[in-house]
Nanobody
Framework: QVQLVESGGGTVQAGGSLRLSCVASGHSFSSYGMGWFRQAPGEEREFVAAVTSGRSDNYASAVKGRFTISRDNAKNTLYLQMNSLKPEDAAVYYC?????????????????WGQGTQVTVSS
């Protein structure tokens, strides 16, 4: 059974940093792309960042230059380093495993999802 478990969320002041982790179990995802999405209350789930199996990355314009996505295939773990956090970054953050050939910036491009971790940014 495939399972993705996110951790590392919490409350941080604006300008601070957090590192999210997503541990995958039940399958090796080293040959798959993976991504991070976020969803604020009343909003649709939106793309944050993605990394291919070859470690090429893409970012939403809102987070580019502040967030860094990375992966450790030996640990089957995906990371999201978030720096210079802003109140508008507050959301539940989800990791996901991409569908091969799927659209990396859309939720339809992913087939497995974690349960999410809450990030709160105080101003």
């Amino acid at each position: 059974q495939v399972q993705l478990v996110e951790s590392g969320g919490g409350t941080v002041q604006a300008g601070g940093s957090l590192r999210l982790s997503c541990v995958a179990s039940g399958h090796s995802f080293s040959s798959y792309g993976m991504g991070w999405f976020r969803q604020a209350p009343g909003e649709e789930r939106e793309f944050v960042a993605a990394v291919t199996s070859g470690r090429s990355d893409n970012y939403a314009s809102a987070v580019k230059g502040r967030f860094t996505i990375s992966r450790d295939n030996a640990k089957n773990t995906l990371y999201l380093q978030m720096n210079s956090l802003k109140p508008e970054d507050a959301a539940v953050y989800y990791c996901a495993v991409a569908i091969t050939g799927g659209t990396y910036y859309a939720t339809r491009g992913y087939k497995y999802w974690g349960q999410g971790t809450q990030v709160t940014v105080s101003s």
